[in-house]
């Protein structure tokens, strides 16, 4: 998972050069929406159920998961589809998404690949074929990238590229995921039951209870901040927050997402009979994901301007200065990723509802904040210290759950990121001085 994933960082950083000097950031902004939209849409739809695959220790059980998530995807992509035909107009002036009025339909059908991209995700983790689901991520990034650049050449400056673009890539995904055998499962569907589903959504149901809950919050206030952005700043606002947070997934996608399916599946695995190795694998883990976070997020505390302006070209120089500002939530973002699904594990989503909850407020109000005074700096700064919290108590939450002790792992994380973000600091100081010529944009 982590080779592939850091081929995906570097086809990333090869390429998006190019295409972020191929389009604007009114055209990132719209595209943010589209996205984000489809990411929300996809929470609520699959109800979660595809994330409790890797669960069930029974065929029947297992099988019975699996034809539920496919019967939500089309049936939720089917009422989505409709009520877009119906309202349309009232749907996208909601999200501020009014540039998407001749792309609509592509919503329903974006959401329809993302679900059964989803799906297939789950199921590869379930089947431990981890390589599939690297190769599969790579296959989606180049031809993601390689289409918005022929786009952009071949036909122009145009939000619409990105939106195929993104259409393209969960297609190859899902084509590269699909193996012939998981036909065999699809058509023992047929052999199941009308109970045997309801079983599974009677034992299963703390998914869509608590698990869904908590990340349409989550979800919802992803895009929510895009969508208030816009109305408070405009729609190049968007692209330029968009673009910060997509160069600083970077880090975040290649170690900590490659980290969490097979951290889940070994918990999973540990889970009441061996919680002592638990405890020092999630202490290990914890351990080496603060000093790395620490060390890559601090650079772009320090150089995130030069680097934007350098790497991307003189129009994303705000995302530069947005990027310097939320890289310091992302050390813990990156931190928490593998453990979130511990709350799942010991079944406690009640609480995974609540620090979602308490992460959407902060978000919501700090972003509201920010545009009653006016500043877009101002928001994103507020934006990023509502982030901060709400990830350190979920945090502190974690370590409870596998018994280390909060204190000593807190004064650690001060400790190493306090340090290691000074460092950056003077040594941005020592560079402004010596070298100025380098600080004029």
Not at 36 to 50: A, D, I, R, W
Not at 100 to 126: E, M
Not at 365 to 374: F, K, Q
Not at 411 to 423: K, P
């Amino acid at each position: 998972m982590s080779g592939g994933a850091v081929i995906n960082v570097v086809i990333f950083l090869g390429l998006t050069p190019i295409v972020a000097r191929l389009f604007d950031t009114e055209q990132f902004g719209v595209f943010a929406i589209f996205s984000s939209t489809l990411v929300m849409l996809n929470t609520v739809v699959s109800g979660m159920f595809p994330h409790a695959l890797i669960l069930p220790k029974v065929k029947t059980e297992y099988l019975s998961l699996l034809s539920l998530c496919f019967g939500l995807a089309i049936i939720g992509t089917g009422i989505f589809g409709l009520l877009m035909f119906v309202f349309k107009a009232q749907i996208l002036s909601l999200i501020n998404g009014d540039e998407l009025t001749s792309y609509y339909l592509y919503l329903p059908l974006g959401l329809f690949i993302l679900s059964i991209h989803t799906i297939l995700t789950n199921w590869t983790i379930r089947r431990k074929e981890f390589k599939t689901n690297a190769v599969s991520n790579i296959s989606a990034s180049i031809s993601s990238r390689s289409f918005q650049i022929a786009y952009g050449f071949g036909v122009g400056n145009f939000f619409g590229g990105l939106i195929f673009s993104e259409l393209i890539s969960k297609t190859v995904g899902v084509l590269t995921m699909w193996k012939k055998d998981m036909s065999k499962d699809i058509s023992n569907f047929s052999l199941l039951k009308k109970q045997d589903i309801l079983d599974v959504i009677k034992k299963y149901k703390r998914y869509p209870t608590y698990i869904l809950g908590a990340n349409i919050v989550n979800s919802s206030t992803v895009a929510i901040p895009f969508y208030m952005v816009a109305g408070g700043f405009g729609i190049g606002a968007v692209g330029a927050f968009s673009m910060a947070q997509k160069i600083l997934a970077i880090p975040y996608t290649a170690l900590g997402n490659s980290i969490t399916p097979v951290y889940f599946q070994k918990a999973n695995e540990l889970i009441g009979n061996k919680e002592n190795v638990l405890s020092d694998l999630t202490k290990s883990t914890y351990n080496k994901l603060l000093i790395l976070s620490s060390i890559i997020y601090g650079f772009v505390v320090g150089f995130g301007d030069i680097l934007f302006f350098t790497f991307l070209g003189e129009k994303w120089l705000l995302a530069g200065q947005m990027a310097q500002i939320l890289a310091i939530y992302y050390v813990f973002q990156m931190i928490s990723s593998p453990f979130s699904k511990l709350f799942w594990i010991y079944k406690r989503e009640d609480i995974s509802l609540k620090m979602n909850i308490l992460r959407a407020v902060l978000r919501v109000c700090s972003i509201y904040i920010g545009i009653e005074t006016g500043s877009l700096i101002d928001a994103i700064l507020f934006f990023s210290v509502a982030n901060l919290i709400g990830y350190l108590v979920m945090n502190i939450y974690v370590l409870k759950f596998v018994k280390l002790k909060i204190p000593q792992v807190l004064f650690r994380t001060i400790l190493v990121c306090g340090s290691i973000m000074i460092f950056y600091y003077l040594f941005r100081l020592l560079c402004e001085y010596f070298l100025p010529q380098f600080f004029i944009f």
